[in-house]
């Protein structure tokens, strides 16, 4: 199995490449009024839902409160994350054609700081929206935040916010996982 | 004169003398009849459907003078939504906005009222298929389709050279067709002669109108003209009878005048069995006439959200003389109302309402009669079979005043008895009658959900009762007509629940709820929207001015109106409110009304546009809000239009929220 770490480096490179095809995060919002959910859906390059309309919807909810609208042109880390991503399965598959130890290792060490740092930007984003609200907002509440949570569930007002990875996401981890038993093999080689 | 009227007079009150004298012996023969209820215990968990779930099936009943459709879930008879089919509704801005006024339109102008009689839903291979729901107008004839993604009417056609069109829609087995008959003779096409020139002038049409396998769309394919007889009720044939449609006649004596005497008096009408595959045939060979009409073909489109009007000014007519073969009698006692074609095809099941028995024909037999050509007479041009060819069987005084049949999809027929106020089960084939339930009471027809199609799904019988006296609180001198549910899987009918209906449902129809609920639409999207006046954002919302002709393109999005203020309409302006939902969420409409508007309100879908038309007749500010509970802040959503004189140099500007302040 002399080709096995070089294997397990390629489907790490095809596990983060797995965002450009299904979200990687989902928060779900739940009320009486929407029993079946409201479902946001974040992928690496866009934020959209289960339902044409589900940003619209989200935005209507949310302005009651004065958080600001939801508008995917005005994040750039949809813009430059894909890159990122790009890059790193450049990087990735590079790896494999060199084949050492100390490479995959890298990578692993890369991907995990990036993802705890992209998990750093999500959380500033959600405080961001859960904070900074309008001072015109028809809805006050003194002292509440609507920041949903980063990963598990909360109660906002009358919604369960429910925040957890999707396909991408767990597509991602695994790449990640990957990369680190590409190491481990080419290590007991 | 007087010695007439008076013979008159004395030939209704025997007449009623022994209808009376029926009713009473009605009662007598009828052991079940326990006292008002006449529910047994467990009823109430039977049709009892628990917060938050739903009902098995839809049921869609007639509104009759109210031109609407009900729609009712089943078991539970909750009232899930009326549609406005042929009388405006200012609730909905049905008729009113300007996008639904051309569904109105008729060759006599805009009729804004029907009597609407006969639901009849789309079928595929005989089984209804949850596509659309047909329904007879028959005052002004004309025949609608409402498409069951939307519950809205999408198609309206209007039958011409018709009067009173009663035996509508009846669908064939595929929706090839369905079709219409006039109920009234009318001179054919119409003119100025004496009534008294009933026999000679007058004339009998029938209408098969095509229905596109593709998006419903009717036309009316041909009509078939027949002698000036009145055309009360119809069915298609299914199975082996597919091809042939059953019509049933009364007046077959051909009177214009106190008809409930004069049209009385044969012992046998008929029932008219077009073969419309035949017809297709001689319209193929060309063998049809051409003849000027003037009737109107309307149409609403989900994508433009309006309807548009076609006037259509010719017809193909069929006459029998000319296509042998295409139409025969079947001499069927007495004054016959519903015509109902069991689930195989081959019995043909006419109420003949003015007597004693029930009668049953053969498909199978006619077909043979036919074969032998021994015909009792002809009338023009039309053969007439002989009674003992074709009868198949009779139910033996079965009760009094027979209606209409469904069946259970088990070998069994139900009848409604209009006089002796019953349903009578009876056994298909061996013409036993097998059970009778009371209805309270006065019942016209029933449903069974798929009861005239090929597949019955019975499991439930709906009564519909023309009167119902003390059956519940009492609202003044006008009440409710009501509907009745029997649970039909046992041996006996088993009433389960009576409950008030909106207007009077002549007929109905049920369905399996699955056969709708997968394909019905949440809303619509914005992106598909081609209404001229839309406004798909707020950047498009505007104001503009032609003439006298202010066009606002207003946007509704929770909670406010885009622009709400307007300033510069003046006094004698014609102002258009076109109003874009920009919601695209499920059940979140907008409406919009405007203080003295002369018309309605309009509540908007999401993704749709509508318009309403306003003329602001004095100077000042009026305002104008959302009518719809929307959402949190629904009270806050209103707006302003200043309106200045005439003569005044107000400039046309409007906006929406204050502007920012400057820095």
């Not at chain 2, 109105?104 to 079928?123: C, I, K, M």
């Not at chain 2, 047909?134 to 039958?159: Q, S």
């Not at chain 2, 049809?288 to 989900?302: G, L, Q, V």
Request: aromatic letters at 12%; glycine letters at 8%.
């Amino acid at each position: 199995m002399k080709a096995l770490p070089r294997l397990c480096m390629v489907l790490a490179t095809a596990g983060i490449l797995g965002l450009f095809l299904f979200p990687m995060w989902k928060i779900i919002l739940y009320a009486p009024q929407y029993p079946t959910g409201v479902q946001m859906n974040i992928w690496i390059n866009k934020i959209d839902g289960t339902e044409p309309g589900t940003l619209q919807n989200v935005n209507i909810l949310n302005h009651y409160v004065g958080m600001k609208y939801i508008e995917p042109d005005a994040i750039p880390e949809l813009k430059y994350f894909p890159m990122v991503i790009l890059v790193m399965a450049g990087l990735g598959l590079l790896a494999a054609a060199i084949n050492k130890k100390s490479l995959y290792l890298t990578w692993l060490i890369i991907m995990v700081l990036l993802s705890i740092l992209g998990f750093y930007d999500f959380y500033l984003w959600e405080y961001d929206y859960g904070h900074n609200l309008s001072d015109t907002a028809p809805i006050k509440i003194p002292g509440a935040s609507f920041q949903p949570p980063l990963i598990g569930t909360k109660e906002i007002l009358n919604f369960t916010a429910v925040s957890l990875p999707h396909i991408g996401g767990y597509l991602a981890g695994a790449g990640i996982f990957f990369s680190f038993l590409a190491y481990w093999f080419r290590r007991k080689q | 004169m007087k010695t007439k009227m008076s013979f008159l007079s004395w030939s209704l009150s025997a007449a009623t003398l022994i209808l009376l004298a029926g009713m009473f012996a009605g009662c007598g023969g009828n052991q079940g009849k326990a006292g008002p209820s006449a529910v047994s215990g467990d009823a109430a968990s039977a049709v009892y459907v628990p917060p938050g779930q739903y009902d098995e099936f839809y049921a869609f009943m007639s509104g009759g003078f109210s031109g609407q459709v009900g729609v009712y879930g089943l078991p539970s008879g909750r009232l899930l939504r009326v549609i406005p089919v042929f009388a405006v509704d200012a609730e909905k801005g049905y008729g009113f906005n300007e996008e639904t006024k051309p569904m109105l339109e008729t060759s006599f102008g805009f009729v804004p009222w029907d009597d609407a009689h006969h639901p009849e839903l789309s079928q595929t291979n005989g089984e209804t298929d949850g596509r659309y729901l047909f329904i007879n107008g028959n005052n002004t004839p004309r025949i609608a389709r409402i498409d069951l993604t939307t519950f809205e009417t999408a198609e309206i056609i209007e039958i011409p050279n018709s009067g009173g069109n009663h035996s509508s829609p009846f669908t064939t087995e595929n929706t090839e067709y369905v079709v219409a008959g006039t109920r009234f003779g009318v001179p054919y096409p119409q003119k100025d002669v004496a009534i008294n020139t009933y026999a000679e002038n007058f004339k009998g049409v029938l209408s098969f109108i095509s229905v596109n396998k593709e998006d419903g769309d009717m036309d009316v394919a041909f009509q078939v003209l027949l002698p000036a007889f009145d055309y009360d009720l119809a069915h298609s044939g299914k199975g082996d009878s597919h091809g042939w449609t059953f019509f049933t006649t009364y007046n077959t004596e051909l009177k214009h005048t106190l008809l409930e005497v004069g049209a009385s008096q044969h012992d046998k009408d008929y029932i008219a069995a077009v073969n419309w595959k035949l017809a297709e045939k001689y319209i193929a060979e060309g063998k049809f006439k051409e003849i000027p009409a003037n009737y109107r073909d309307n149409s609403y489109s989900d994508e433009t959200h309006m309807a548009t009007s076609k006037k259509v000014d010719k017809v193909r007519v069929l006459l029998p003389e000319d296509c042998p073969g295409l139409v025969y009698f079947l001499p069927t006692p007495k004054s016959p109302h519903g015509v109902d074609v069991d689930p195989t095809g081959e019995y043909i099941v006419a109420s003949g309402k003015l007597s004693a028995d029930l009668t049953v024909h053969s498909f199978k037999k006619m077909l043979a009669a036919i074969e032998n050509q021994a015909f009792e007479t002809t009338i023009s041009g039309i053969p007439v079979l002989k009674y003992e060819d074709v009868v198949a069987g009779v139910v033996k005084e079965p009760g009094l005043g027979p209606l209409h049949t469904e069946f259970d999809g088990k070998g069994n027929a139900y009848t409604t008895f209009f006089i002796s106020s019953e349903v009578v089960k009876w056994k298909v084939g061996t013409w036993e009658v097998l059970d009778r339930a009371p209805t309270f009471y006065s019942v016209g027809h029933l449903m069974i959900p798929g009861g005239d199609s090929k597949k019955p799904q019975g499991k439930y019988l709906v009564a519909l009762n023309k009167i119902t006296k003390d059956r519940y609180l009492p609202t003044g001198p006008e009440l409710t007509q009501s509907a009745q549910l029997y649970d039909i899987t046992g041996d006996k009918m088993k009433m389960l629940l009576d409950f008030p209906t909106v207007g009077e449902p002549h007929y109905a129809q049920g369905i399996s709820a699955d056969r709708i609920v997968p394909n019905s639409k949440k809303f619509f999207p914005l992106e598909e929207n081609k209404h001229p006046y839309r406004a798909l954002g707020e950047k498009e919302a505007r104001v503009e001015r032609s003439g006298k002709d202010v066009h606002i393109y207003m946007t509704t999005i929770r909670s406010h109106f885009a622009p709400d203020n307007i300033e510069g309409v003046k006094v004698g302006d014609r102002v258009y409110f076109h109003v874009t939902n920009l919601e695209q969420d499920w059940d979140v409409p907008h409406g919009f009304a405007v203080q003295g508007a002369n018309n309605a309100e309009l509540l908007i879908m999401p993704g749709q546009t509508e318009t309403l038309v306003w003329y602001p007749k004095n100077e000042g500010v009026i305002p104008f809000y959302c009518t719809d509970f929307c959402s949190a802040l629904h009270q806050e959503m209103q707006g302003y239009v200043r309106v200045s004189a005439a003569n005044a140099n107000t400039p046309l500007v409007w906006s929406l929220g204050e502007p920012e302040p400057e820095q």
